[in-house]
């Protein structure tokens, strides 16, 4: 019924930055391409693969937010990265989300039309020489401080069928690398 399609956008952050506590870490777009009964597709939640040499200290939390059309907006869904599920004064990088139904709000798109999302992440403790990476993937297994489960980088439903997963023609996209 309902055709997604994702890709980063034009002006997604890579290559040179300043740290920040609410730093935009990614942008990209998710269309719903036209079909013949202007069916409508619902974003479920999405799901980032995060690698990098940024190390945060134990007793430190750091959110990753998600956002649509803007970051002025209220978060769509958030993943906090503990620092109290370290042992004191080990570092702790940033790793793989496991973001559900349950924890971001839905998006419809309709047929033919796109929306925009914006990923803001706390990177901070991040210093000169570090960097960081993020990705759509299509499957990812998070840290297991983060439950160590299998997660879907994008569930969508085209209101026929509830679930549906990103594919390998859909995802990974690849990796954008932010240097600090």
């Known amino acids: 019924r309902a055709k997604l399609n994702i890709a980063w956008a034009t002006d997604t952050p890579s290559g040179l930055n300043s740290a920040r506590a609410d730093q935009n870490i990614a942008k990209f777009t998710i269309t719903n391409t036209a079909n013949s009964g202007g069916y409508s597709a619902t974003v479920k939640y999405l799901n980032f693969s995060l690698s990098g040499t940024i190390s945060n200290t134990a007793g430190t939390d750091r959110t990753l937010s998600i956002y649509k059309d803007s970051t002025s907006t209220t978060a769509l869904g958030t993943t906090t990265f503990k620092g109290t599920s370290m042992a004191s004064g080990t570092a702790y990088s940033y790793s793989n989300t496991n973001i559900d139904n349950a924890g971001m709000t839905d998006v419809e798109i309709s047929a033919n039309s796109s929306k925009t999302f914006y990923v803001t992440l706390d ?15 299509n499957y990812h297994v998070t840290k297991s401080t983060l439950g160590g489960v299998g997660a879907f980088g994008i569930g969508w439903s085209d209101g026929v069928t509830t679930t549906i997963v990103g594919n390998d023609t859909l995802l990974p996209l690849g990796y954008k690398t932010i240097t600090y």
Not at 123 to 137: D, E, F, G, K, R
């Open 123 to 137: 990177t901070t403790p991040a210093v000169a020489t570090n960097s960081l990476s993020i990705t759509i993937p």
